[in-house]
């Protein structure tokens, strides 16, 4: 008599749920937290935001429009640049020998 019936039924369930939570739960927070680390380091790897102020935009322009100079420089003149490694390696095409051109090509081979 006391092994049927729908409260049995809802005990012997929730029992089950409960392990069944117990078991995952750890493995779901390790999951959890690898996730938010990556997601961490790649924000910090974005840098800050975009300025405020119209005049920081303006000089944060600058500095970007100077650094392209310089790897642009750079590529035809066939030196190493750590930045245009890292910005070849991410591109949707994979490889940054297979990205570069000109006088930095024909260093890498």
């Known amino acids: 008599p006391g092994l049927v019936g729908t409260p049995v039924l809802i005990d012997k369930l929730t029992k089950i749920l409960f392990r069944h939570i117990r078991r995952f739960l750890p493995e779901i927070k390790k999951e959890i ?51 245009l490694q890292r910005y070849a390696a991410n591109l949707p095409g ?11 090509r024909i260093r890498n081979i």
């Open 33 to 83: 937290h690898e996730k938010q680390r990556s997601v961490q380091a790649r924000l910090e790897e974005l840098g800050n935001g975009l300025p405020a102020e119209d005049y920081e935009r303006v000089q944060l322009m600058w500095t970007m429009v100077t650094d392209y100079c310089e790897m642009f420089k750079n590529t035809i003149r066939g030196k190493y640049d750590r930045k």
């Open 94 to 104: 994979g490889s940054a020998g297979a990205s570069m051109s000109g006088g930095a």
